[in-house]
């Protein structure tokens, strides 16, 4: 029993970050369609320039934590902005043109990344409570979890609330169903392309921060690796669904968490599995619109 | 605002061309839209009138001139065209179907005093069904919601194609009462198939031809000759293509 509860709240801790991340992918790919794969490399810079403003001002504090998860999501929104303005917007509706400067963007970071804070990961200071474990049904969880888990849905129902209640919400829904018929009503969809960019870009920044608490360190590598299961809770979720990203982070980091308990280890080829038979049996994913 | 003059014609088209996916769609088409009544775009299946109305809004690529109240449009983005005061009412309705009906013509509300009681009268249907997501709606009540977003709004011109395509008759009486109802307020380019509708709403016809205009005038001159309606449309009088 504590063990199940120990993968269960670790699955959705794992979950939590890679929704952060795939919720800007799934809202990008489903408005512009766009596959951003430098979206791993807004979640490294953030949590970089996030560890070094909150190791400054504070290092292994809540104020500390708090100064980097500002930070991060502030870098991951200027990045991902700067990107779409300067690049993406210029290759509008050349999907694949788009996708390889994008790839380019990601090797080029992790270079540069390396570049400065080297090839080996940083360990990280955090805040005492954050290293200790809270006894829940017999299980002793890392708090870690609670957090990622609290953030992540925080990030969820911020992002639908802004879905449901606001103009551009609206306008961002509708583009995700049918981009053209939105500027055929008079509206400048590129104007939501850039803020959709913003949104993603914060999520994963804070995911980026949020990752560092998680693995206890920072690396050139944090947002290759995250972006790769992103990219899977995306597909099997329904590429634009927010809804189907949600409930897929949550099923694939539970599910490759018991596999790596239970099936010695084959957590990562247990998804893969997963997104095999999601891809034969139901291409669009659990929650994606009919192609 | 200083009105165009009389018999200005509200949307001009010069050598309009329509290219999708490197394919010639639209060629070498000329024709006039007066600033006032509806004037039908006709042709058979396939002629490219879809793709004249979407080269005109620029949802296709497209070089030429198209003039909008003497002004260029050929350049500008779809958007910039339609906040001119162009209304679109595309085939196939392409409503947003996981939107509600409110949350449809909310979107489509550019003008600070949107006209929402005028739709409200024309579409009594729709009021009662506000919250209902319009994906989830007939094809007729789908129609409504597509002509309603145009109508909200003031228009200096709507680009109608096919509203009552795939409708049950009564259907498609209330759809030709609304647009002659819409004709009041805004001189209308309308694709139809059906020719009563044609003849009942349209004062004047463009028939195009692979590609090309073939025709223009009267609407009467053309539906009461059999021969050249026959010729250029592909049936044989309007009793049997309605
Ligand atoms: N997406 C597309 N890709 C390639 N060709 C297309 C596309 N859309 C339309 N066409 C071609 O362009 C030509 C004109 O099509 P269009 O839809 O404008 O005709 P239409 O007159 O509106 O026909 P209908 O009466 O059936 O609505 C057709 O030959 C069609 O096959
Ligand atoms: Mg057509």
């Given amino acids: ?291 | 605002m200083s009105g165009p003059v009389a018999d200005e014609p509200i949307l001009s088209v010069r050598n309009l061309y329509g290219r999708i996916a490197g394919q010639q769609v639209v060629e070498d088409v000329s024709f006039d839209v007066p600033a006032t009544g509806v004037t039908a775009l006709l042709g058979r299946n396939g002629v490219g009138k879809t793709s004249t109305i979407k080269s005109i809004l620029g949802l296709i690529d497209r070089t030429g001139e198209v003039r909008l109240a003497g002004e260029r449009i050929d350049r500008a983005p779809t958007h910039r065209i339609v906040q001119r005061g162009v209304a679109y009412v595309p085939e196939d309705r392409e409503v947003f179907g996981s939107l509600t009906v409110a949350e449809n013509l909310r979107l489509a509300e550019r003008d600070r005093s949107p006209r929402r009681e005028l739709v409200a009268s024309l579409f009594p249907d729709l009021e009662a069904r506000r919250e209902q997501r319009a994906g989830t709606l007939s094809g007729g009540q789908q129609q409504m919601v597509s002509l309603a977003r145009a109508l909200v709004n003031e228009n200096r011109l709507l680009l109608v194609d096919e509203p009552t395509k795939g409708l049950a008759p009564r259907i498609v009486d209330e759809v030709a009462d609304a647009l002659a109802e819409a004709a009041r307020t805004a001189p209308i380019l309308l694709v139809e198939q059906n020719l009563l509708v044609v003849r009942r709403l349209a004062e004047r016809v463009v028939v195009l031809s692979s590609g090309r205009v073939v025709f223009t005038g009267p609407a009467e001159e053309l539906l009461d000759d059999h021969d050249r309606v026959q010729r250029f449309l592909g049936v044989h009088d309007e009793r049997e293509a309605a």
């Avoid at chain 1, 969880?141 to 969820?156: E, H, Q, T």
């Fill in chain 1, 1 to 291: 029993m504590d063990t199940l509860v120990l993968l269960l709240i670790t699955g959705l801790g794992l979950g939590a970050l890679y929704f952060l991340v795939a919720s800007g992918l799934s809202l990008i790919y489903g408005l512009m369609g766009v596959l951003n794969f430098a979206h791993g490399a807004f979640l490294t810079i953030a949590a970089f320039l996030g560890w070094e403003a909150g190791r400054r001002i504070s290092d292994g504090t809540w104020t500390g934590l708090a100064i980097s998860a500002l930070v991060g999501i502030l870098v991951g929104a200027t990045v991902a902005v700067l990107t779409e303005v300067l690049i993406i917007r210029r290759l509008y509706e050349r999907h694949i043109e788009q996708a390889l400067v994008t790839v380019g963007i990601s090797l080029a970071a992790v270079a540069l990344f390396e570049g400065i804070w080297g090839t080996d990961p940083i360990y990280t200071d955090r805040p005492a409570w954050l290293t200790q474990t809270t006894e829940i049904l017999g299980a002793r969880i890392p708090n870690d979890r609670f957090l990622l888990i609290a953030c992540a849905a925080l990030v969820l129902g911020g992002i639908v609330l802004f879905l449901r209640r606001t103009r551009y919400g609206l306008i961002i829904r509708a583009g995700v169903e049918n981009r053209h018929m939105v500027t055929a009503l008079g509206i400048d969809v590129r104007r939501s392309f850039t803020l959709v960019f913003a949104i993603g870009g914060a999520a994963a920044g804070l995911g980026g921060v949020l990752a560092s608490v998680y693995y206890g360190y920072v690396s050139a590598h944090l947002g290759s690796v995250l972006l790769i299961f992103a990219f899977i809770v995306t597909v099997i979720g329904g590429l634009g669904s927010l809804t189907g990203a949600a409930i897929a982070s949550v099923l694939v980091a539970v599910l490759q968490q018991f596999a790596n308990f239970y099936l010695g280890g084959t957590g990562d080829l247990v998804v893969v599995v997963l997104l095999a038979a999601v891809l034969l049996i139901r291409p669009r994913g659990l929650m994606g619109k009919a192609a």
